[in-house]
């Protein structure tokens, strides 16, 4: 059984920053792409940013230049600084990863960490 437990959501003033976290337990052969997406209410869930095993990154356009995603291989875990945060930015962030255990290649969700941002 794999898990993703994410950590370090809250609420913060406009302009400021907060970082993310979200580590994988469980049965883990090893972990291809990770990433992060968001949801706001009313709104279909987006992509903020992606990280291959390699450390390659994509962004969306709207978070280039302020959020910066990074991983740590050895500890499966992910990571999601943002800064120069706006109240736009408010949503439930979720963590995903391409997990292969001895069920073979799945896609996994995290439980979801609220970030709030007030102006």
């Known amino acids: 059984q794999v898990q993703l437990v994410e950590s370090g959501g809250g609420l913060v003033q406009a302009g400021g920053s907060l970082r993310l976290s979200c580590a994988a337990s469980?049965?883990?052969?090893?972990?291809?792409?990770m990433g992060w997406y968001r949801q706001a209410p009313g709104k279909e869930r987006e992509l903020v940013a992606s990280?291959?095993?390699?450390?390659?990154?994509n962004y969306a356009n709207s978070m280039k230049g302020r959020f910066t995603i990074s991983r740590d291989n050895a500890k499966n875990t992910v990571y999601l600084q943002m800064g120069s945060l706006q109240p736009g930015d408010t949503a439930v962030y979720y963590c995903?990863?391409?997990?292969?255990?001895?069920?073979?290649?799945?896609?996994?969700w995290g439980q979801g960490t609220q970030v709030t941002v007030s102006s």
């Open positions: 469980g049965s883990i052969f090893s972990i291809n792409a």
């Open positions: 990280i291959t095993n390699g450390g390659s990154t």
């Open positions: 995903n990863a391409m997990i292969r255990n001895s069920d073979g290649w799945r896609n996994y």
